[in-house]
Every structure is written in structure tokens, then in C-alpha cells.
């Protein structure tokens, strides 16, 4: 099946990539540039909080984001997860793609990818490169269609449900559904 086509079929039409640095913008631009002429629609934000006021704002125009591809460590350590959490209350899938170097330390020659059931997990190379998010989003688009769109589509229906009584993430972490656990601190 052709790109286009996992597109359509998973009804991808908007897309949030959030990064701090520049140059990884660039290169996300560069691939995802690419992707309009299949009528996706990509944005990019450069802070966590541009980021949460864009989904916010997106919701509530009801032309929400299908992803959103968040950094990890922005303007403070983890504020990627704030990102993630706020896409999946307004009801994106959400992804942390985030420099990696296969220590706790930091950036290095890895792109990581949470939640960890996304395969392959990491890439051998930075977002500095356009293939390196054209690989992230492959791998996105993967999860997604497999069992990440079932997970996705169960929880959008108990969200509504509730009518915002709970919210979508209080509801996840208290199922043990959450898909940021590990990296959230809520591993057991």
C-alpha cells in the first residue's frame, strides 16, 4: 500500500511537528513539504507551549490534528510529555520522536521514538536529516495502522462518552493504558 494510501485510509489530514532547534525543523519541512500533495496539511511549532496553544486552538476550530511529532526536551526537561498529553485531550495521536544517545545524558546519533511499542523504536541518525523523520514517520504511520488506530478509536469513543467529565489522559493512566508510562514516571 502506497503512502497516499495509508494516508487516506487513516484519515491523516493534519499534522503538528514540535522541535526547539531549528535545523531539525528545516529537515522536517524538507520531508514533510512532500506530504501536501496528498492533502495533508503539516504545521510546526518550536516550544512546548506554542505547541499546546496550537492543538488548543485546533480543537476548538474543530480541525483538529490526526499527529502530533513532539521533541522530548524543549524549553524544560520532559515538557514534550505536556505536548503529548495535551494532543491526546484534544484527540491526536501523539508521538515523542527526540534525540537520542543510548544513555541518560541525552542528544547524540539516535532518533527515539515513545511510545516504545512503535517499531523500530529508534533510527540511526539525527532529525537534522529529512530520511530521519521520513523513517519516524513510516514507523508512525505503521503503529498507527495496526494497534494504535484500535487504541486510538476505543478511547476517542469513551471520550466523548464521558463528555469531558474525566479527562482522555487521567482516564489512560488510570487503565494502564497510557502509552508514555516510562517516561511519565508512572512505570511500576
Given at each position: ?38 492533502g495533508v496539511k503539516v504545521e510546526y511549532a ?13 480543537f476548538q476550530a474543530k480541525d483538529k490534528y ?27 495521536q501523539g508521538f515523542i520522536v527526540s534525540g ?89
Amino acid at each position: 500500500m502506497s503512502l497516499e494510501e495509508k494516508i487516506n485510509e487513516l484519515e491523516i489530514r493534519r499534522i503538528l511537528v514540535v522541535d526547539d532547534k531549528p535545523e531539525n525543523i528545516a529537515a522536517a519541512k524538507q520531508y514533510f513539504g512532500a506530504l501536501e500533495q496528498y492533502g495533508v496539511k503539516v504545521e510546526y511549532a518550536q516550544s512546548a507551549k506554542q505547541a499546546e496553544e496550537m492543538i488548543k486552538s485546533a480543537f476548538q476550530a474543530k480541525d483538529k490534528y490526526s499527529i502530533v511529532l513532539s521533541d522530548l526536551e524543549m524549553e524544560s526537561p520532559k515538557c514534550g510529555l505536556d505536548v503529548i498529553r495535551q494532543a491526546i485531550e484534544y484527540l491526536a495521536q501523539g508521538f515523542i520522536v527526540s534525540g537520542f544517545d543510548g544513555s541518560s545524558t541525552g542528544h547524540g546519533m539516535y532518533t527515539k521514538i515513545y511510545p516504545k511499542k512503535v517499531l523500530p523504536s529508534y533510527i540511526e541518525g539525527t532529525k537534522q536529516k529529512a530520511w530521519v523523520w521520513e523513517k519516524a514517520f513510516e514507523a508512525v504511520i505503521k503503529h498507527i495502522a495496526t494497534e494504535g488506530k484500535a487504541l486510538f478509536d476505543s478511547t476517542e469513543r469513551f471520550y466523548r462518552l464521558l463528555k469531558k467529565e474525566v479527562t482522555l489522559t487521567d482516564y489512560l493512566v488510570t487503565s494502564g493504558m497510557y502509552p508514555f508510562r516510562e517516561l511519565a514516571g508512572l512505570e511500576r
